[in-house]
């Protein structure tokens, strides 16, 4: 039977007491704990604090009033008078969490040397009279010797060690580092070469530094662990690099993180003091599941009320509220399959960051596992509903940067609501396979009038994002997107063509009687109108004929991936080193061709997917677009829109400097 510790001993304390012991405590199991949230369960943890430190924190067990931990911690311990202090949680994420009982093991009423059964009785001291259930422990109490100040310096190493290894933080800190703004010139030619330091306990960051500037653009994103309950205080210094000289101090600043909510992007503005300018960041908070894993059933559009809430807030009748305030989109981070080994011992330890725009969320990591679950769920606000959603796996290395293993990239436009679909993942360029596959649940909920007006509006530029490398593939698949559109454009010329030609008789006739009417009767408002009849007829094909878009597009994706193997075939290593030494002697140009290539074919194909129904929100505002200027076009005279556009254009800048600086 356990031993059942309701106070502490009356014993006189005796100099024996005041020694150096070794208390061994395994946390066995809970038995009939509080229930605490609306389900009828709790997500029990406890916490062991001595001296009113914390010295241990158990891993969570999610809904159950009976949890078995079977987690052992060792303590130096330097006076038994000082109980060993035991408090019982329930996890909320994102809230305060509730409180579930709490009990005192007074140490000098046990035996040495010997392995005690005990009961811990849970109260709360505020209502003495509920029952709030019990805790079984295994203690066993052993006297040391030696130097206790020796000892002492043991305990903490090995309890910050433990605190590293099982990965008891709070949660994770992500920091992006923009850039600087009118920073102090600290050089005889009036400018700085400034870098820039984070602390965060005992975790450091040094930024690369920026040369000859006072507006740097570091664009520079890295994780801090989060060990506070109340999240801390991150230092922040920038310097001024002096190459053989001490780095001059040019000013500091600190982000409180207790005012910053979680699982929410929050960009900062925040500006030096004990020097000039400012510093732009952009800091997350994620939980981590060392602490607890999100609930998958306590997310806001899988209740009822509440999804009927947000649809409310998304309808019809409220587009002109809060324009910015596109949607909603809810992510759930299931599991992924067959990774990439990473490690030496066959496995990874991967955990996954989920991107939209600028907004950057990242799950736990899962130890040793090709198949991990994270059971995460994420809510990002949209902007911009033509955005790509990215989900990224990577590996976690403590002595290096985090290992890449896999990559999906899905717009928002394309995500089925409510259907769990496992994604392939993809290489960084998203442009091949790699190894493992990623289950994802997404629910959009937008407004189609405010994602229709932002549509007009420039993209929010996107602060940390890999320059792609330009490789002989790269140029290649440019190539190849151009000459679709190009394609395109050729085969409505030659149909034009055969009309003129009279290869069809019926058809040339028909389209001679169009022109000379067209013609004849030509208004401005007529060309607008056009536009709409391929819109309309295409839509007609796919609504009541066969589509043969999709068996097109494969088809021609089939013909280019075996272009691009003959081409990697037939690519020589002379070839390659030839293609090496021009990027080398010509950066800048190749650099141009690529992002002028890239340009050009994504504007071919923005147009032929809007004509062609490949993504019906665009075509559908089109039409509505067109509509609209065929009615301006007929009751406004054309100076008229074309001084409104020019005033608009001219007064942009005045009106929004920061979007368009």
């Known amino acids: 039977m356990g031993i059942n510790i309701v106070g502490p001993s009356n014993a006189e304390p005796s100099p024996a007491n005041l020694g150096m012991y070794q208390l061994d405590v395994v946390l066995k199991r809970g038995n009939n704990l509080a229930i605490r949230d609306r389900g009828g369960t709790s997500d029990p943890y406890v916490k062991f604090k001595m001296v009113g430190k914390e010295v241990f924190r158990s891993r969570t067990i999610n809904k159950n009033l009976n949890p078995v931990w079977e987690e052992k911690v060792t303590l130096l311990v330097d006076n038994l008078r000082e109980p060993l202090y035991v408090k019982v949680f329930d996890y909320d994420f994102g809230l305060q969490d509730d409180f579930m009982g709490s009990a005192y093991l007074y140490l000098e009423s046990l035996e040495h040397k010997r392995t005690l059964d005990v009961t811990l009785d849970l109260k709360d001291p505020q209502y003495p009279d509920h029952d709030l259930g019990t805790l079984d422990l295994a203690i066993t109490l052993t006297p040391k010797e030696g130097d206790f100040r020796e000892a002492q310096q043991h305990q903490s190493m090995r ?340 009309c003129l030609e009279w290869e069809s008789p019926q058809r040339s006739i028909c389209s001679f009687l169009l022109f000379i009417v067209v013609v004849w009767n030509f208004e401005l408002y007529m060309i607008p109108l056009l536009l709409l009849l391929p819109l309309a007829w295409n ?34 290593d002379s070839d390659r080193k030839g293609f090496d030494e021009q990027v080398l002697r010509h950066p800048g140009r190749v650099h141009q061709r690529a992002k002028c290539s890239d340009e050009v074919a994504s504007y071919g194909e923005r147009i032929k997917n809007t004509f062609n129904w490949t993504v019906p929100f665009l075509s559908w505002l089109a039409i509505v677009a067109l509509c609209v200027a065929t009615v301006a076009i007929y009751f406004i005279p054309l100076r008229y829109l074309v001084l409104a556009w020019g005033v608009n254009k001219f007064t942009k800048k005045l009106r929004d400097p920061l979007r368009y600086r």
Not at 425 to 434: F, H, I, M, S
Not at 541 to 559: F, P
């Open 539 to 572: 839509h007609f094909i796919i609504a009541y004929g066969k589509d043969t878009r999709q068996g097109d597009v494969q088809a021609v994706e089939d013909l280019l991936e075996v272009e691009e193997e003959e081409f990697d075939k037939d690519d020589k």
């Open 159 to 498: 309890l910050s060690d433990v605190h590293r290894k099982a990965q008891l933080w709070r949660g994770i800190v992500s920091i992006s580092l923009i850039e600087g703004r009118e920073l102090q010139p600290m050089d005889s030619n009036g400018l700085s070469d400034p870098y820039v330091k984070f602390r965060l306990g005992h975790q450091k960051y040094k930024s690369k530094t920026m040369p000859k500037t006072l507006t740097p653009q570091w664009r520079e994103q890295f994780d801090f662990h989060m060990y506070e309950e109340h999240g801390g205080f991150v230092d922040i210094t920038v310097w001024d690099k002096d190459a053989g000289k001490r780095d001059d101090f040019m000013g500091r600043c600190q982000v409180d993180l207790s005012v910053l909510s979680k699982e929410q992007t929050h960009k900062l503005d925040i500006p030096l003091e004990e020097g000039e300018g400012m510093l732009v960041l952009l800091v997350t908070l994620t939980a981590s599941a060392a602490v607890s894993i999100s609930d998958l059933s306590v997310n806001i559009l899988d209740d009822p009320h509440e999804r009927l809430e947000i649809i409310n807030r998304y309808s019809l009748l409220r587009s002109f509220h809060n324009l910015k305030d596109v949607g909603v989109v809810q992510v759930k981070v299931i599991r992924a399959e067959g990774l990439m080994a990473a490690d030496v011992t066959g496995k990874s330890d991967p955990f996954c960051v989920v991107e939209l725009s600028n907004d950057r969320l990242q799950t736990h990591t899962v130890y040793k596992n090709l198949n991990p679950e994270w059971n995460k769920v994420f809510t990002f606000n949209v902007k911009d509903i033509h955005s790509v959603l990215e989900v990224t796996v990577y590996d976690e290395d403590r002595d290096r940067s985090a290992d890449f293993l896999g990559k999906v990239a899905i717009p928002l436009l394309r995500i089925q609501n409510g259907e769990r679909k496992a994604y392939a993942l993809k290489n960084k360029e998203l442009t091949g396979p790699t190894k493992g596959v990623i289950f994802l649940e997404i629910d959009v909920i937008f407004n189609a009038v405010k994602a229709g007006l932002q549509t007009f509006i420039p993209i929010e530029q996107k602060y940390i994002e890999e320059e792609p490398k330009v490789s002989k593939q790269l140029l290649l698949q440019n190539f190849n997107r151009m000459r679709r559109c190009v394609m395109f454009l050729i085969n409505v010329g030659c149909y034009i063509n055969s």
